[in-house]
T-cell receptor, first 117, second 118 residues
Framework: QKEVEQDPGPLSVPEGAIVSLNCTYS??????FMWYRQYSRKGPELLMY????GNKEDGRFTAQVDKSSKYISLFIRDSQPSDSATYLC?????????????????FGTGTRLKVLA | GAVVSQHPSRVICKSGTSVKIECRSL??????MFWYRQFPKQSLMLMAT?????????EQGVEKDKFLINHASLTLSTLTVTSAHPEDSSFYIC??????????????FGNGTRLTVT
């Protein structure tokens, strides 16, 4: 079982729709959760960074974390064609781990989103 | 916001030559940087963790003699693909986390380098 599961899509929605993107995870030690947006042939861009359960809002984006269900979501309101991209979830445990003392970030496979004009 | 600059954005080289990719954190210090490889329509594959002042930690299956990593300062890590072959053609992306944050901090990514080996 993968540590992080994410539906690869593609997900097609009409312009103006509310988009819901989700990830599930199996490691209960994860406490830090991130959402990235990646356009084709570009590096991932950090959209949201959350700690612990609850909601966090930034403009049209809302990140939601449910640690009891090991489930995180990213909602995009009033979606635009410019939101068409791949969305990656990522998560990490608190503090460094492993013999090297390095931090480990686990990424989902990414969901391809297409917002149709 | 935190900016990571990666250079070059695109490089074409001949088989057998070496290519160096630079990753710089522009407005923060990064003790730890990460190097990823990404194939078309696939997710990020962690290659190695670059630690300032010490040896890099490579993921299983990644040849450390093939992919040389140097992290000589708190703002610069380099990845050198040695004796490149066509199968090394890929999209390479670096990322960095801000040093000095006692809690975890998010990763910030460069814009990637598309390597084509002919």
């Amino acid at each position: 079982q993968k540590e992080v599961e994410q539906d690869p899509g593609p997900l097609s929605v009409p312009e103006g729709a509310i988009v819901s993107l989700n990830c599930t995870y199996s490691n209960s030690a994860f406490q830090y959760f991130m959402w990235y947006r990646q356009y084709s042939r570009k590096g991932p861009e950090l959209l949201m960074y959350t700690y612990s359960s609850g909601n966090k809002e930034d403009g049209r984006f809302t990140a939601q974390v449910d640690k009891s269900s090991k489930y995180i979501s990213l909602f995009i309101r009033d979606s635009q064609p410019s939101d068409s991209a791949t969305y990656l979830c990522a998560m990490s445990e608190p503090g460094p781990r492993g013999a090297s003392g390095t931090y480990k970030y686990i990424f989902g496979t990414g969901t391809r989103l297409k917002v149709l004009a | 916001g935190a900016v990571v600059s990666q250079h070059p954005s695109r490089v074409i080289c001949k088989s057998g030559t070496s290519v160096k990719i630079e990753c710089r954190s522009l407005d923060f210090q990064a003790t730890t940087m990460f190097w990823y490889r990404q194939f078309p329509k696939q997710s990020l594959m962690l290659m190695a963790t670059s630690n300032e002042g010490s040896k890099a930690t490579y993921e299983q299956g990644v040849e450390k003699d093939k992919f040389l990593i140097n992290h000589a300062s708190l703002t610069l890590s380099t990845l050198t693909v040695t004796s490149a072959h066509p199968e090394d053609s890929s999209f390479y992306i670096c990322s960095a986390r801000e040093t000095g944050n006692r809690y975890n901090s998010p990763l910030h990514f460069g814009n990637g380098t598309r390597l084509t080996v002919t």
